[in-house]
């Protein structure tokens, strides 16, 4: 039973747009979320998190979205930048139980911004 | 460069070899990790280490054993693989293990790609 959702395996913006990349999650344990990038061949990199106290957490051209009611959370690129081309993984740290602390993570979305 | 080093990037090995995964950390981290990474799937977390014990070991075969000799050093020790377990095997590290950090930032190495043939 998957925790955390990414439903769509690929999203396709042009440049200067804005890129919305979305996560559902199933435990309301979950106290952490982050949204890594990763590049072909390369190994996820830390993008941009949030605390389950915070509906916002904004870093330049991203900006993270948590919507606690609907286990819902958002990743905002404005303007998107071919440079952003990557699959993004939604991850997110239960507080609870066996797995307490560890990062359950999404499937991805593969996000490609064109010129 | 993130900080994480993982060697081999690519490894090709039979079923009844013998190989192993080695990963450095260069950034003084308490906490390393194994994860897998399969086509179609989720990342999938596999083993935890904290100060070089063994925190957690989530279910995975006793093909794969790990090994921390040192918080700078983590293995993979691979016997008997199936084809299945061709994946992408990610190390990572983060300062402390998530329960005692507010916030959680791993840092991953670049993987190693096992083809089981």
């Known amino acids: 039973d998957q925790q955390v959702k990414q439903n769509s395996p690929s999203l396709s913006v042009q440049e200067g747009r804005i890129s919305i990349l979305n996560c559902d999650y199933t435990?309301?344990?979950?106290?952490?979320f982050l949204w890594y990038k990763k590049y072909p061949a390369e190994g996820p990199t830390f993008l941009i998190s949030i605390s389950s106290i915070k509906d916002k957490n904004e870093d330049g051209r991203f900006t993270v979205f948590l919507n606690k009611s609907a286990k819902h959370l958002s990743l905002h690129i404005v303007p998107s930048q071919p440079g952003d081309s990557a699959v993004y993984f939604c991850?997110?740290?239960?507080?609870?139980?066996?797995?307490?602390?560890?990062?359950?993570f999404g499937k991805g979305t593969k996000l490609s911004v064109k010129p | 460069e993130t900080g994480v080093t993982q060697t081999p990037r690519h490894l090709v090995m039979g079923m009844t070899n013998k190989k192993s995964l080695k990963c450095e950390q260069h950034?003084?981290?308490?906490?390393m990790y194994w994860y897998k990474q399969s086509a179609k799937k989720p990342l999938e977390l596999m083993f935890v280490y904290s100060l070089e014990e063994r925190v957690e070991n989530n279910s995975v075969p006793s093909r794969f054993s790990p090994e921390c000799p040192n918080s700078s050093h983590l293995f993979l020790h691979l016997h008997t693989l199936q084809p299945e377990d061709s994946a992408l095997y990610l190390c990572a590290s983060s300062q402390d293990i998530p329960k005692q950090s507010s916030g959680n930032t791993i840092y991953f190495g670049e993987g190693s790609w096992l083809t089981v043939v």
């Open positions: 991850a997110a740290r239960s507080n609870y139980g066996g797995s307490q602390g560890n990062l359950i």
């Open positions: 435990n309301s344990m979950f106290d952490y």
């Open positions: 950034l003084g981290h308490n906490a």
